[in-house]
């Protein structure tokens, strides 16, 4: 028996066609008209989207870098599907100068049997030696094709001599290095000045980490990229000044990817300014580059829509304000760096860029889902509806108004950082390679079904 869903408005980032879906098992066999067939189960979509299932490429679950993460990849990957996203890449994380291999192995026992979405996994390279080296191509092989290397954070950062033999070694590999660009040696150095001067508020963790060294760290990574001539791609971009940055690059011929997030697309840096009772509120948005500007907003808006940024993930790393945050109330360098999202991307984006006539149905799914899925070795079996893909597939009635409200996520957070934020849209369908997983905004009582997505080489595909 096969499941079709029919009247739909199927969206890619080229095209928007009202045709018939059939899924057999778990892929899409056909698209086309008049599919079904005797016994077929039919879901009528008149007046809905149909968009591949998400891929969040940037989350923290289980993450052990910087205090426990909140959220499990169970109760995480819940959240993701009740968010439209049936794809995530988080960080499998390696102890310092520790053996990649035996990160992964710890990571497949956080997640195999545990995961509501597909996952796959980013390795983090907090350390460079002869084991890296080796290592990085084994890593390769188990389909973990890209890699995170970090210019900020006392325990994760790396010298610029590393990530230059890393560059190499990604090139030779055709595998794809993420960084985190915020020069971290300037920043430690004035974290440690503020609390020295007593300024120990959570506003001074985005006073401590100004937008100049964003671009700073940005210029020094592209600067690599050229001399190595290979592609890398920017997690987080925050900042106006980032982004002038990398379209400088761009000029001289390099192959740069971006991400941004929700966040600094959405939300100012007005937000470290306690508007209640609670002097310590600004910690909610302690996460790393903080926030930024309105104009900084803008310019990511509109990087989004001429191309210039290709993806928006949300980088969920998620701390309770209560218990966690609260271990910096006196000191803001204490405060566990993150925020959580993964379940608000879709809709906000959809409310906040769609509705607001900032972009198309068509740029929605190519930064949520399309160029997500290009870029990190899942196309065409996720990112696309098409014949032959994986059948993860969102029906989404872009009717309905909802509040969001951290009392109501699924997400393992005490807060959330649109609390009151009006969105709209309602998920009728969410199909996890052909699975329905969730029902008129409903997770179904479903075992953790995700699998592990062994992802092919990423740099072959991009350049
Ligand atoms: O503050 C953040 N973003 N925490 C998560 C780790 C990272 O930098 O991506
Ligand atoms: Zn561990
Ligand atoms: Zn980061
Ligand atoms: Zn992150």
């Known amino acids: 028996m096969a499941i079709i869903i029919t009247n739909g408005k199927i969206v890619s980032s080229k095209t ?3 045709k018939d879906i059939r899924i057999v098992g778990e892929k899409i066999e056909n698209i086309g008209s008049n599919l079904a067939k005797a016994g077929d189960e039919i879901i009528d979509a008149e007046g809905f989207y149909i968009l591949p299932g998400g891929i969040d490429v940037h989350t923290h679950f289980d993450s052990e870098a910087g205090g426990i993460a909140a959220d499990t990849f169970t109760t995480g990957t819940k959240a993701a599907i009740m968010g439209g ?4 890449i988080d960080f499998a994380e390696p102890v310092k100068g520790g053996s990649l291999r035996r990160a992964l192995e710890e990571w497949n026992k956080k997640t195999i049997g545990k995961t509501y979405a597909d996952y796959g996994f980013h390795m983090t390279i907090s350390h460079w030696n002869e084991n890296t080296y080796r290592e990085m191509e084994e890593m390769v ?5 890209s890699f995170k290397m970090f210019f900020a954070y006392e325990d994760l950062m790396v010298g610029d001599g590393s990530i230059y033999q890393a560059l190499k070694r990604a090139k030779k590999l055709k595998a794809l290095i993420n960084f985190h660009c915020e020069n971290g040696d300037i920043i430690n150095v004035m974290r440690k000045e503020a609390i020295s001067k007593g300024n120990i508020e959570p506003i001074y963790h985005m006073k401590t980490r100004p937008p100049s060294l964003e671009r700073e760290a940005i210029s020094r990574l592209l600067t690599m990229a050229e001399l190595v001539n290979t592609p890398v791609y920017i997690v987080h971009l925050s900042s106006k000044e980032g982004y ?11 192959k740069v990817f971006v991400e941004t997030c929700p966040q ?3 939300l100012d840096k007005s937000y470290y300014i306690p508007k209640g009772n609670d002097p310590f509120e600004g910690a909610k948005y302690v996460m790393s580059p903080p926030l930024r500007d309105k ?10 829509v001429n191309g210039k940024i290709d993806v928006i993930a949300t980088d969920h790393c998620g701390f309770n304000y209560r218990r966690q945050k609260e ?7 204490k405060i566990p760096n993150g925020a959580p999202g993964v379940e608000n991307r879709f809709k906000l984006i959809y409310t906040y860029g769609v509705e607001k006539n900032i972009i198309d149905m068509k ?3 190519e930064v949520i889902s399309e160029n997500p899925a290009k870029i990190f070795g899942l196309y065409p079996k996720k990112g696309v509806i098409q014949r032959g893909s994986d059948a993860d597939i969102i029906v989404f009635n872009p009717k309905g108004m909802s509040l969001i409200k951290a009392e109501n996520q699924i997400q393992n957070v005490d807060y959330n950082l649109y609390e009151g934020f009006g969105q709209y849209g309602r998920l009728q369908y969410v199909f996890l390679r052909g699975q329905l997983v969730v029902k008129d905004e409903k997770l179904l009582d479903l075992k953790p079904v995700g699998k592990y997505q062994k992802r092919s080489l990423t740099i072959e595909e991009n350049s």
């Open 16 to 18: 928007v066609i009202t």
């Open 244 to 254: 002038e940055e990398i379209q400088t690059a761009r000029q001289r011929g390099l």
């Open 327 to 333: 271990l910096g109330r006196e000191d803001f360098t």
């Open 264 to 266: 600094y697309l959405l």
């Open 141 to 145: 092989k188990e389909g973990i094709t």
């Open 85 to 88: 996203t049936t794809t995530i």
């Open 363 to 365: 740029k929605l799914v």
């Open 295 to 304: 104009e900084s907003n803008e310019v990511l808006w509109k990087g989004i």
